[in-house]
């Protein structure tokens, strides 16, 4: 039952587009991540996902249109549907989703892929 | 997939203590609500409960100890903890929580029970 201060869990993290575990609720983890630059197009097709920006911006591309989201924002990605975050400057942002999601979803496994989400 | 701006949904709130619904994802409800004063001691024996300040700070009290919590932090309280929030002056927080959740758990109804959630 500690909080979590989020920006100062994010300074614990080095790499881009690696989520790490910080808080757990239910069947569902909270992740903090850095991103930057452009991820690759996936969906869940069983969970959805939540993007919260922390610090920054960053847009949702989808196959029929983009969502631009700033500091304050979140956006709900429905199972199913195929999306690719892309951020011009890095952004940091919380993410809400049921415990073990992978974060490429049904893209082939590649250099972006995280099979495992540390705690910090 | 709408985004949702956290301080302009908050913007449209205006009694203390009602959460309103502004996302969904999976069966959790993503809800705002505006707080300030003391709730009512109680806890929910199925669900852990969110809380995510956005602006301004609270005190989360439990029963064994209190946790001072300012923007940017966040709190997961588990299923079957006894707790009350206490912000002295106004607070705008982000509640996350399985639908169905009623406001005051286990505790009598009272003027604080909130039994819909209306969405905004």
Do not use: S
Not at 3 to 31: M, Q
Not at 61 to 89: M, S
């Amino acid at each position: 039952m500690d909080k979590v201060n989020l920006t100062e869990k994010l300074a614990l993290i080095g790499e881009h587009w690696k989520p790490h575990l910080v808080a757990e609720l239910d069947g569902y983890d909270v992740k903090l991540v850095r991103i930057k630059g452009d991820f690759v197009w996936h969906k869940h097709d069983e969970e959805d996902e939540l993007f919260f920006v922390v610090k920054g911006g960053f847009r949702m591309d989808f196959r029929d249109r983009q969502v631009e989201l700033g500091e304050g924002e979140l956006i709900v990605v429905p199972k199913g549907v195929e999306h690719k975050p892309f951020a011009e400057e890095e952004c940091q942002v919380m993410l809400l989703e049921r415990r073990g999601v992978i974060n490429t979803g049904d893209a082939p496994a590649g250099e972006l892929t995280r099979q495992t989400t540390p705690r910090i």
